[in-house]
C-alpha cells in the first residue's frame, strides 16, 4: 500500500479526491459571512439602481444628464464592491493597483475625449438624429 505525504498529512488511496466539508476550508468559512453581506447588498443597490431609473432627476435638479450622472455613482459603487471583495483586491500587491490605475486614467481620457468631441464636434458635422 503506498502512501502520499501532503503538508504533512497523510492521504491514503481513496482519499484524496473527495470533496471536503465546509470545516476543511477555514478561509472560506471566515469570509462566508463577508461575501453574503456584500451579495445582499448588491441586490439592494440593483434594486436601488432600477428604483432610481423610474425617477426624473433632470427635472429635479433642471438640465439634462442627471439620471445617467446618478446611474454611473451607483454603478461605480457596486463595482467598487464586486471588486474589492469578490475579486479581493483589496489585499492585492502595489503592482496591481497601478495597472488598476493606469486603466481608470485611460477610461476617464475616453469619456473626456468624447466628452470634448460632442461640445466641439467636427466642422461639418451635426448630432441632429436622421
Known amino acids: 500500500m503506498s502512501q502520499a505525504h501532503d503538508h504533512g498529512k497523510e492521504i491514503t488511496p481513496g482519499t484524496a479526491h473527495e470533496p471536503a466539508t465546509g470545516g476543511d476550508h477555514p478561509h ?4 462566508l459571512g463577508l461575501y453574503l453581506g456584500v451579495g ?7 434594486a436601488v439602481t432600477v428604483w432610481l431609473s423610474y425617477v426624473d432627476f433632470d427635472k ?3 438640465g439634462h444628464g442627471w439620471n445617467i450622472i446618478i446611474a454611473m455613482i451607483v454603478a461605480t459603487v457596486k463595482v467598487g464592491f464586486v471588486g474589492a471583495i469578490f475579486m479581493h483586491l483589496k489585499g492585492e500587491k502595489k503592482l496591481v493597483w497601478q495597472f488598476l490605475y ?4 485611460f477610461v476617464a481620457g475616453l469619456f473626456l475625449l468624447t466628452l470634448l468631441n460632442y461640445s466641439d464636434p467636427i466642422f461639418g458635422t451635426s448630432h441632429a438624429h436622421h
Open 28 to 31: 472560506f468559512d471566515m469570509h
Open 40 to 46: 445582499g447588498f448588491l441586490l439592494v443597490a440593483t
Open 60 to 62: 429635479m435638479f433642471g
Open 102 to 105: 493606469f486603466t481608470l486614467f
